[in-house]
């Protein structure tokens, strides 16, 4: 980690385009104003933690129902396999071999 001392309107640089300045020292609180591209989330700690939990939950649920639609496809393809009359399973075969 990189330790600076700076004192108030001082900046920082970061890499070309990001600039951390010391707006304001008051007691055991330092205000900084960063100016960064539109493009790089900018954000308090406390902020993106809650953002990155949020992030996996939601993956987590979109795992889950696709897990869940996967299931419900399968047993539907199981069910119309077995309901299918074998005559037709193999004409449906041979019109597959028939088109490859």
């Known amino acids: 980690m990189l330790v600076l001392s700076r004192h108030r ?3 920082i640089i970061i890499g070309d385009n990001i600039i951390v300045t010391v707006v304001d020292i008051r007691r055991d609180r330092v205000r900084l104003g960063i100016t960064a591209p539109a493009h790089i989330p900018v954000h308090r700690e406390e902020v993106y933690e809650a953002i990155q939990r ?3 939950e939601a993956a987590r649920r979109r795992k889950k129902e696709a897990e869940e639609a996967g299931a419900e496809s399968t ?3 199981e069910q119309a396999a077995e309901t299918e009359p074998a005559g037709d399973q193999e ?3 041979q019109q597959q071999q028939e088109s490859s």
């Open 54 to 56: 949020e992030q996996r």
């Open 9 to 11: 309107d001082e900046k």
């Open 75 to 77: 047993g539907e393809a």
């Open 91 to 93: 004409q449906s075969d």
